[in-house]
């Protein structure tokens, strides 16, 4: 995979014009919400895969790239939309650029235009999965085991197995069924045979006596036993230029169908009231069909849940668990429809095979039609083959079946008039043939003996060759089912390992002992967590929403870890980490920087603790962080900077906009004043909500400031470190100096004043403000390294330093 060097943005989503550094670091990108975090992600994700997670999936449709990609503005100049990418793929030890435009997602520019570049990037823009947003991170906690499985296998690339093993499933149902089709033609062509000799079984020893009977008579060798190569006919001077027609048999032949016609009736009068009961039951409660029908929607709607609203019509609940229970009834309902799915074609393949014998001797009474020269009777029996044949089609899909109910209810086996009178006719031309000569009669006897037991042995050896075919696809089913389920557990245990590991070390101090189990299955994932020692359960049984969270996000790691192994080296966290109760972020930074050493985070938050966190445990530095302060429509992400911020000021008063100027300053001065009060740790009054004004942040950091100056110049005085000492006083100085200069003290902390009026300012009065308060800030923070100052350790400061450490001031004096 690659690391991220550097990306530049224009008019993608809500983003006008933006560059970022990431250094190929793991990067924090803070700020409240609707700053525009998101939009970056979006942009870096469409980059590198020509997609964009968040315009895909449940609720989005209607949304594409090529429509919503491009910034609101720019809708109509899709090739305006592009971002460029400058990248290192460690594999290759080079370096790239991707440049893609929203107008071409699908065709980026790649430099250098190299065969293992471009096959590299190819095959990272089928890897959308390196983006996990908040939305995603459940998708593998709270759903159906199904699809879990579905969303585990999507994420490892191994959909490829279920599609093997169903199509393995298929080709074993339909050679199984290619079975029963040859032997069901075995049974025809043994009955057949056994109606002309004029036996009632398959026995050997009666099939002989009837032909050498018939052999006599010609003076022929008698059939001693019977063999594969064995010929009834055998010794017949040209059998193949004497007439088949034997009169015996084609009576016999007719009379077999009159009687099928009778008997069927009986045969299929059970499987006939069961289809006819079981449509009855559809018209009852035509919900029963309709459920049936919408069977799949539903079980996809019921994993895609997540609150009060249906998912798939959006009509409100009154709570989440109502919408569940009735999607859960629905699907309830469904099966019991599965189960009258299956039953009405159970019992329309056993009709079938009665529908085949009809057909097995209508081609028999065929074949007598056609030697006598019957028009008449052939377009009869087509027409009623065609019939039947067209019966046989429908009895094999359940639409089919159900649209029977009236030829079920009548007597479909029995000849229609015009069959039934040509055929009374066909008959009666046989029997007015003079009787066959004794002789002719046991030649056209053996003859047809002999082509019917050609069809038999036909019909046996494609028997054979289907039981081969159908056991090779079960074995071939079953071992590659019993492979897959061993690869899959032993997959699936090491995922399982990791998963377990990950949730241990970022809940170490109250689930030391947390395990967890995967266990796969044909179609299905079931997780169970341990639960404090009280044995496993389903994470939502007793687990937290934060738990639950921290463990989809767990289990993500332990997937990618998985999936990419050594070359897991960028991931996109767009606010999930935000999942991470607060109380266990530090073991997170712990568990990304020790078991993902070289993978570049890329994390979004609006948590500007969390943000301040990530620095403070190193997983982040001040160069490889980025802080956001607002976003408007026409400007996109404004910037926290050192320089940014004082450029758009002054860029603003140039078009003499002191309005969003003084915007811009407040906003600033509300994070640094945020950030340095944490920094530093200004003594303010306690907030429950955790919001502080900005005229009680200045005035606590100002006096924490100068609190700070004193005991650094005190140190400095008491270790005679003259140097130190004035550095101190000379930033002391500075800040008294810039404090009284910007009069912040005075319009602090009266919060009846706020930066609102100073719309009213023009830009001469506004300029010297901006520039007391760029002084002021300049006191609190290193020239070299552009951060700001803090203490450290945080609860018994013993210096106050920045982080480069070109300022390092020491707050400890020598004991006397």
Known sequence: MIKLEHAHIEEVRGIRKLDVDFGQATFAISGPNGSGKSGIIDAIEFGLTGEIGRLAGRGTKGLSVSEHGPHVD???????????????????????TITRKVSASSKPTIVPDEPDVQALLGELAEHPEITLARRDILRFILVEPSKRSEEIQTILKL????????????????LG???????????????????????????????????NKRRAVLELAPVAELTADTRLDAGIADPDKGSAFNKTSALRDLAALDEASVSVSALVAGDSAAILSGIERLERDPALLATLQRRVLLDKGLALVDGPECPLCDHPWPTEEHLLGHLRAKLAKSDDAGALQQALLRHGAAIGSHVDGLLALLRQTHRLAKGENDNASLDAINGWGKDLGTLKTQLG?????????????????????????????????????????????????????????EDYRTS?????????????????????????????????ADIQADFSAFYRMVNEDDEATFTAELKPSESRVDLKVNFYDRGLYPPAAYHSEGHQDGMGVCLYLALMKRLFGNDFTIALLDDVV????????????????????????????????????????????????????????????????????????????????????????????????????????????????????????????????????????????SWGNEASKAAVAERKAALAQAS????VEQWTVNPAVHFNPWAKFGRNDFIPVVAAFKDLLGTLRCPDCGSWLYVTPRNSPEALRCRCASINFNLKSKPK
């Open 578 to 717: 935000m999942s991470v109760d607060s109380d266990h972020r530090r073991q997170f930074c712990k568990l990304l920087k020790t078991q993902f050493p070289d993978t570049q985070f890329i994390i979004t938050t609006h948590d500007r603790l969390w943000a301040q966190q990530m620095r403070s445990d190193r997983l982040v530095s001040a160069k490889t962080s980025l802080a956001l302060y607002g976003w408007s429509v026409d400007t996109g992400p404004l910037v926290e900077s050192n320089t940014d911020v004082w450029e758009d000021i002054d860029a603003a008063l140039a078009r003499g906009k002191a309005d969003v100027a003084a915007a811009a300053l407040r906003r600033h001065l509300e994070y640094v004043a945020w950030v340095l009060a944490d920094d530093l740790g200004a003594k303010t009054v306690f907030h429950a909500d955790g919001k502080y004004e900005l005229g009680e942040l200045i005035p606590a950091v100002l006096a924490r400031s100068k609190e700070l100056y004193g005991k650094a110049a005190d140190a400095a005085q």
């Open 460 to 492: 046996m050896r494609a028997e054979a060759a289907a039981k081969l075919a159908s056991a090779t696809a079960k074995i071939a089913y079953e071992e590659y089912c019993s492979a897959m389920e061993d690869e899959l557990n032993a997959l699936y």
């Open 397 to 453: 899909t359940f639409d089919g079946v159900i649209g029977l109910k009236a030829r079920l209810g009548e007597e479909w086996y029995t000849a229609p008039e015009n069959v039934a009178n040509n055929l009374a006719g066909l008959r009666r031309t046989i029997e007015a043939k003079p009787d066959q000569s004794a002789a002719v009669e046991a030649q056209t006897f053996l003859t047809t003996a002999q082509l019917r037991l």
């Open 740 to 743: 009284q200069a910007s009069n």
């Open 159 to 174: 959909e490829e197995i279920g599609q093997t093993r169903s199509a393995l499933n298929s080709a074993q149902n339909k």
């Open 74 to 96: 720019m809708v109509n100049f899709p090739d305006a939309a592009f971002v460029e990418l400058k990248v290192f793929i460690p594999s290759l030890n080079k370096l790239a």
């Open 177 to 211: 069924n290619a079975l029963k089709a040859a032997s069901n033609q075995v049974i025809f062509s043994r009955s057949t045979l056994q109606r002309h000799l004029g036996i009632d079984n398959n026995a050997v020893a009666e099939l002989l006596q009837s032909v």
